[in-house]
Nanobody, 126 residues
């Protein structure tokens, strides 16, 4: 099992930047694909939107089209931490951001992820 704790959210003006962190417990961090999802206001858990993923093997990254070129996912296996650097933020990026982990095949579907953090709120004002 792994426990995930997000941090780094906050209120920022449009065009600003934030860096989210997700610290994972356990010694098997390298066996997990690590992803970020977001849940907008009024949305249900099953409708969480894929943002980015960093695979456990090969270090491949994938991004949602809506964040490509603005968000960067990275991971530090020595610190058991995954990051999401966000720049050029837009009001439509406002959401609760969740870190998630899985050990099976690469997926952008939130229902396939086994472990979730509690979320961190990002609010972008216009």
């Amino acid at each position: 099992q792994v426990q995930l704790v997000e941090s780094g959210g906050g209120l920022v003006q449009a065009g600003g930047s934030l860096r989210l962190s997700c610290a994972a417990s356990g010694r098997t961090f390298t066996t997990y694909d690590m992803a970020w999802f977001r849940q907008g206001p009024g949305k249900e858990r099953k409708d969480r939107e894929f943002v980015a993923v960093f695979t456990r093997s090969g270090g491949t990254t994938f991004y949602a089209d809506s964040v490509k070129g603005r968000f960067t996912i990275s991971r530090d296996n020595a610190k058991n931490t995954v990051y999401l650097q966000m720049i050029s933020l837009k009001p439509e990026d406002t959401a609760t951001y969740y870190c998630a982990a899985k050990t099976t095949n690469l997926s952008f579907d939130p229902t396939t992820y086994d472990y979730w953090g509690q979320g961190t709120q990002v609010t972008v004002s216009s």
